[in-house]
Every structure is written in structure tokens, then in C-alpha cells.
T-cell receptor, first 104, second 115 residues
Framework: GQSLEQPSEVTAVEGAIVQINCTYQTSGFYGLSWYQQHDGGAPTFLSYNALDGLEETGRFSSFLSRSDSYGYLLLQELQMKDSASYFCARKLIFGTGTRLQVFP | GAVVSQHPSRVICKSGTSVKIECRSLDFQATTMFWYRQFPKQSLMLMATSNEGSKATYEQGVEKDKFLINHASLTLSTLTVTSAHPEDSSFYIC???????????FGSGTQLSVL
């Protein structure tokens, strides 16, 4: 089956910019989604890239390159409340997850 | 956005008992719902796809007799963990797609603890 690999943990300070990468093995033309999950909570949808390129939604942007089997989530102007786990997902399969810790 | 309700949020049971978890789509009809489980600090693992009016589709390695799924209406799917054991202790989350998009809406999850 497919697997989506992400860095396990990323740390940053408030106001900074962070990029969370997602690489996957299975080729194809499926899009890539991103979800945020706070401890003890349910995942919430952040963005979806149906096609290659950059999608911007407020402070969050997401990029996809299907030819490179690669995508990333870019979080700008980090806030403490952004501390959470972030998952990329392709079809119904979720990535390994990245725990983001934002420090003051 | 679409709302998915999941109940109960937490359950503690004795080993050998069965536990039923309900997942409802409140403001839309979901012909398909998805059940995930998540261990602490790990990713979400797709267990099965629940199809309204037909049998669920289970992922490889998931015991269908252990995790019974029923999707009797367009707004309700249930997951029953039968003869639960401590290793079944996990966070179970249901989800559904709202409309024709790829966006998944998740229930609030059920923390199952089997003693």
C-alpha cells in the first residue's frame, strides 16, 4: 500500500514560518489534503491540492508536485495555537504526521 | 460545513465485552463513512469503509468479525468492537465526505479503554 512520509517533529517560534513536507511512493494523479489535529481532538481539514501548484488559505499554503510525489504545508506568522499535529492525506490514507511545537 | 457527530466520546469496559460506537452525519446524507483508529502519537489508520445498505469494505489486516460495521441509514454508521481486549484500546474516529469534495469531516472520536 501507499505510505506518506512526514518529519516527525518540527519546532519554531511565534511569528516564524514553517514548512512541513510530505513525500509519497505511489504515483498517480490524486490530490493531496492536509489536516490539523490538536491533542485529544479530531482532525480538521486545512487544504486540498487537486492539481500541481500552490494553494493559499490565509496563513496556510499548500503545494503539490505530482510528478515528484511531493507536497508541503507552509504555515506563516506562527501562533501558539498552531501547536498541533499535521497530517497529509492522499485518498483516504494519512501520512505519518508531524508534531509542530510553537514556542513564544 | 458538514457536521459529523460521534458517540460516546469515551468508554471504559471490561475485557470480553462489546462496545458500540455511533457516527451520525447531522446535516447531510453520507452514503459512505470511514472508520479510523489512532494510537497515541501515531497517525490515523483506515480500518474500513462503511457503505449504506451494503457490506463494509475492510482494510487489509482488520478483522471484520472483530470490528462489526453497520450502515443502515444515510446518516448513521456504527462500529461494534466485539469481545474487546486491552490491545483494542485506542482512539476510534469516524469521518465522511461532505458532498463531492475530497474534504473529510470527522467525528469527535471515541477513546476506548479496555481493562
Amino acid at each position: 500500500g501507499q505510505s506518506l512520509e512526514q518529519p516527525s517533529e518540527v519546532t519554531a517560534v511565534e511569528g516564524a514560518i514553517v514548512q512541513i513536507n510530505c513525500t509519497y511512493q505511489t504515483s498517480g494523479f490524486y490530490g493531496l489534503s492536509w489536516y490539523q489535529q490538536h491533542d485529544g481532538g479530531a482532525p480538521t481539514f486545512l487544504s486540498y491540492n487537486a492539481l500541481d501548484g500552490l494553494e493559499e488559505t490565509g496563513r496556510f499554503s499548500s503545494f503539490l508536485s505530482r510528478s515528484d510525489s511531493y507536497g508541503y504545508l507552509l504555515l506563516q506568522e506562527l501562533q501558539m495555537k498552531d501547536s498541533a499535529s499535521y497530517f497529509c492525506a492522499r485518498k483516504l490514507i494519512f501520512g505519518t504526521g508531524t508534531r509542530l511545537q510553537v514556542f513564544p | 460545513g458538514a457536521v459529523v457527530s460521534q458517540h460516546p466520546s469515551r468508554v471504559i469496559c471490561k475485557s470480553g465485552t462489546s462496545v458500540k460506537i455511533e457516527c451520525r452525519s447531522l446535516d447531510f446524507q453520507a452514503t459512505t463513512m470511514f472508520w479510523y483508529r489512532q494510537f497515541p502519537k501515531q497517525s490515523l489508520m483506515l480500518m474500513a469503509t462503511s457503505n449504506e445498505g451494503s457490506k463494509a469494505t475492510y482494510e487489509q489486516g482488520v478483522e471484520k468479525d472483530k470490528f462489526l460495521i453497520n450502515h443502515a441509514s444515510l446518516t448513521l454508521s456504527t462500529l461494534t468492537v466485539t469481545s474487546a481486549h486491552p490491545e483494542d484500546s485506542s482512539f476510534y474516529i469516524c469521518s465522511a465526505r461532505g458532498g463531492s469534495t475530497e474534504k473529510l469531516f470527522f467525528g469527535s472520536g471515541t477513546q476506548l479503554s479496555v481493562l
